[in-house]
């Protein structure tokens, strides 16, 4: 299994601004998987984050947009940029441990 | 069409009821299928892993049809702590994993 900490847990921010969502993970794991869940919608993969190498975007998100850093094996960091509303939503970041797939508790963003 | 498709519910049921939740596919090439839970403003946990041979794990049965696209999930004697949206989860080739828009279930006294 995995334990995976996503911080912060919820915040409310203004337009325009930026936000950093931290995932740390109690063990190694090769890739994790951020994504976002709107409001009443399913999980969207954002990208998926290998260390030591860029993140693959899905289509539709970009790295401008959603930068993503993996510096080691157990964290990875999503910042939301530019945020505007529609951006509000649900942030999980998420790793495979065999064939099951752990979830962080979310981090819920509100864009004011 | 979307790749993972489910009944959208909600699924308004009484205690001891037993309900049935479908979800269907599109990419044959699937490999791999999952029934997650999430309830209300938590992530999702996965309940129980699909394979073909249909699988049981106390009150659920989940099942596979390859040939005709879809799984399932049974829910017996309904408890007031299955009320949570189900996520059809379904993973193509490598790490490529697909969900549904998810079930909603209530299950009242």
């Known amino acids: 299994s995995a334990v995976i900490s996503q911080k912060p847990s919820r915040d409310i921010c203004q337009r325009g601004t930026s936000l950093t969502i931290q995932c740390q993970v109690d063990?190694?794991?090769?890739?994790m998987f951020w994504y976002r869940q709107q409001p009443g919608q399913s999980l969207t993969l954002i990208a998926t984050?290998?260390?030591?190498?860029?993140?693959?975007?899905e289509s539709g998100f970009v790295i401008d947009k959603f930068p993503i850093s993996r510096p080691n094996l157990t964290f990875s960091t999503l910042t939301v940029s530019n945020m505007s509303p529609e951006d509000s939503s649900i942030y999980l970041c998420?790793?495979?441990?065999?064939?099951?797939?752990?979830f962080g508790e979310g981090s819920r963003l509100t864009v004011l | 069409r979307k790749e993972v498709e489910q009944d959208p519910g909600p699924f308004n049921v009484p205690e001891g009821a037993t309900v049935a939740f479908n979800c269907t596919y599109s990419?044959?090439?699937?490999?791999?299928f999952f029934w997650y839970r999430q309830d209300c403003r938590k992530e999702p946990k996965l309940l129980m892993s699909?394979?073909?041979s249909g699988n049981e794990d106390g009150r659920f049965t989940a099942q596979l049809n390859r040939a005709s696209q879809y799984i399932s999930l049974l829910i017996r004697d309904s408890k007031l702590s299955d009320s949570a949206t189900y996520l059809c989860?379904?993973?193509?080739?490598?790490?490529?994993?697909?969900f549904g828009a998810g079930t909603r279930l209530f299950v009242k006294a």
């Open positions: 990419n044959s090439a699937s490999q791999s």
């Open positions: 699909v394979y073909s």
């Open positions: 989860v379904v993973k193509t080739g490598g790490f490529k994993t697909i």
């Open positions: 984050a290998n260390q030591g190498s860029e993140a693959t975007y």
């Open positions: 998420s790793v495979v441990v065999g064939e099951q797939l752990f």
């Open positions: 063990s190694q794991v090769t890739m």
